[in-house]
């Protein structure tokens, strides 16, 4: 690196803007295992130093893991513990990684974002998987646009497991549930959050409505009935919800088509989220990097058509209406350049995945985040 682009320290005037005269001083260099020689600088300003491997993905990093390959191993359905053999790292390196992966995927998508055409239908559904054992399942709501099959935001809700059980799993929920507490509405929070974020991201005038597409789940219909989106129409705005029977074939002509297609891509390409599988998610906050790095994928590297002809290699962000030079360049950037978080506009979805937030249940400790993620 010839010349830092801004003081990474984010209490810094230089961090928001660097003057374009010289505002930094070399400071020598030292040496890594890893990476070779790492020069050193020092800004004028708030006098305190930083290296080229402070903007880098790899920061602090001992053992160079290819993020490009890691993301492509990701969302082939690969455990933690079959990465680990397949990169011949440890568990925790390949954690590591999915969550620096997660972060710039977070980045590049909070960037792209605004840039996707604002008046596609959207379609809200839930997938429905489990943390740490069946006894805590799950809701992982996720928005996409109806036509493109771009994913826009993603939340989660624990859940207490309901339904007809033997009497003996009935004694083994009472003895796990002791002493814990469930979110109430947690279903309607999820979906509340997502509106929240099509408020503010998506057109809704009276010429072009904003259209959200869900199944007759009563919580979203009470959720919708009392969110702004609905309370707030006038002469001007306009929300339509529209809903499906969850018995309607899922098939292309589903208006939930895009959230029923989604649902089978994850099923079928992440390990944690398989039929049976004994590779489920033991920390929420973990399965969360996980998502967003497959999200990513999907969204920005994922052809939007398998069957289509070799030439179209069209993806669901470019369908979306997003340039493809703006992304092959964001792409490129993405697997190099750290991403910092003082420095996005993250909704407050992300922000909960970036800074691994998601509690999980019946874990009293908050997952593990290097101090580096917060700058
Ligand atoms: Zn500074």
């Not at 230089?14 to 800004?43: E, L, M, N, Q």
């Not at 809704?204 to 259209?211: F, K």
């Not at 959200?212 to 919800?241: C, M, S």
């Not at 506009?345 to 249940?361: A, G, H, I, Q």
Request: net charge positive; glycine share 4%; charged share 25%.
């Amino acid at each position: 690196m010839r010349a830092p682009p801004f003081c990474p320290y984010s209490t810094c005037t230089y961090h928001t803007r660097a003057p374009v005269a010289r505002w930094w001083i070399r400071s020598g260099f030292y040496d890594t295992k890893c990476f070779g020689p790492i020069p050193r600088f020092r800004c004028r300003s708030c006098q305190r130093t930083f290296s080229s491997q402070t903007f880098s993905t790899n920061y602090y990093a001992k053992r160079k893991v290819d993020f490009h390959v890691l993301e492509g191993l990701i969302a082939s359905s690969m455990s933690i513990r079959s990465l680990s053999r397949t990169l011949k790292c440890s568990c925790g390196t390949v954690v590591n990684r999915t969550d620096r992966l997660a972060r710039q995927a977070i980045s590049i998508h909070a960037q792209l974002r605004p840039c996707a055409s604002l008046h596609e239908d959207v379609c809200i559904d839930g997938l429905v998987s489990f943390d740490r054992s069946q006894y805590f399942p799950n809701n992982i709501t996720i928005a996409i646009t109806a036509d493109s099959r771009y994913a826009l935001s993603f939340t989660h809700a624990t859940l207490r497991r309901s339904g007809s059980m033997r009497s003996s799993q009935k004694k083994i929920r009472e003895k796990l549930y002791r002493g814990l507490t469930f979110e109430q509405r947690a279903l309607e929070r999820s979906f509340s959050e997502l509106l929240d974020e099509l408020e503010r991201d998506r057109t809704h005038q009276i010429r072009q409505p904003l259209v959200v597409i869900t199944d007759e789940k009563r919580e979203y219909v009470r959720a919708f009935k009392a969110h702004r989106l609905f309370r707030n129409q006038d002469a001007d705005h306009r929300t339509v919800h529209r809903t499906v029977s969850s018995r309607l074939p899922r098939t292309f002509l589903n208006p939930l088509f895009a959230s029923n297609y989604l649902d089978r891509e994850i099923r079928k390409d992440q390990a944690a989220h398989r039929r049976e599988s004994t590779s489920f998610g033991r920390n929420v906050a973990n399965g969360m990097s996980r998502m967003a790095c497959y999200l990513g994928w999907h969204n920005y590297s994922k052809r939007f058509l398998i069957k289509a002809s070799v030439k179209e290699n069209k993806t669901h962000a470019e369908k979306a209406g997003i340039s493809s030079k703006l992304i092959n360049d964001m792409r490129r950037m993405m697997f190099k350049k750290r991403a910092f978080l003082s420095l996005l506009n993250l909704d407050p979805t992300e922000k909960r995945v970036w800074l691994k937030s998601f509690p999980t249940p019946g874990m009293n400790r908050a997952a593990y985040l290097p101090a580096f993620a917060l700058g």
